[in-house]
């Protein structure tokens, strides 16, 4: 139990264009998804919060007009990095409270050429 | 906000020996404490974890401890192997009845010495 899907795995985009990630709890509904970030050898970093419904929560210095979040049902989030740029080359990553832990989604590597 | 300090950044040791990561964390409420194993390449694995109701949790040569006056834990691998080597995170939650997000450690590099 508890898999969650998260693509795609990896994409190259170009620089200026949009590129959707999608996070979805195959098993379980999830009140809450968290999306991190993290960069080469860094560590992850929370990104935003989102809840089922309402506005995502954004981190301080996480643009919410960059990365549009959308948790429209308890199995699904979106997060859309809207004109890329290089610098948000990284590998995004969806964790889900299911309630009594967190899983994990497999994570999208971000490429922006 | 919590913040979780984790050492070393590197730890090399050699293949049969004990490795022993330690992390530290600031927010007394947070109460799940889980460690995960990255890979080249691949997302985080849950490998433990513990809740702050208990001391110590073993799983085969993997165990996890907690000092909860003392605010910090550590992981233990013994008779480590090849495949130990991997980079891994510590992690702190605040559990209730919902959760808070995971504040992750800066990681530490794992390498197991044939």
């Known amino acids: 139990g508890a898999v969650v899907s998260q693509h795609p795995s990896w994409v190259i985009c170009k620089s200026g264009t949009s590129v959707k990630i999608e996070c979805r709890s195959l098993d379980f509904q999830a009140t809450t998804m968290f999306w991190y970030r993290q960069f080469p050898k860094q560590s992850l970093m929370l990104m935003a919060t989102s809840n089922e419904g309402s506005k995502a929560t954004y981190e301080q210095g996480v643009e919410k007009d960059k990365f549009l979040i959308n948790h429209a049902s308890l199995t699904l989030s979106t997060l859309t990095v809207t004109s890329a740029h290089p610098e948000d080359s990284s590998f995004y990553i969806c964790?889900?409270?299911?309630?009594?832990?967190?899983?994990f989604g497999s994570g999208t590597r971000l490429t922006v050429v | 906000g919590e913040n979780v300090e984790q050492h070393p950044s590197t730890l090399s040791v050699q293949e049969g020996d004990s490795a022993v990561i330690k992390c530290t964390y600031s927010d007394s409420a947070s109460n799940y404490f889980p460690w995960y194993k990255q890979e080249l390449g691949k997302g985080p694995q849950l490998i433990i974890d513990?809740?702050?109701?208990?001391g110590e949790k073993k799983d085969q040569r993997i165990a996890v401890t907690l000092n909860k006056t003392a605010k910090h834990f550590s992981l233990h691998i013994t008779e480590t192997q090849p495949e130990d080597s991997a980079v891994y995170f510590c992690?702190?939650?605040?559990?209730?009845?919902?959760?808070?997000?995971?504040?992750f450690g800066k990681g530490t590099h794992l390498i197991i010495q044939p």
């Open positions: 992690a702190a939650s605040i559990w209730e009845g919902g959760a808070d997000g995971l504040t």
């Open positions: 513990i809740r702050s109701n208990v």
């Open positions: 964790i889900l409270d299911r309630g009594d832990g967190y899983t």
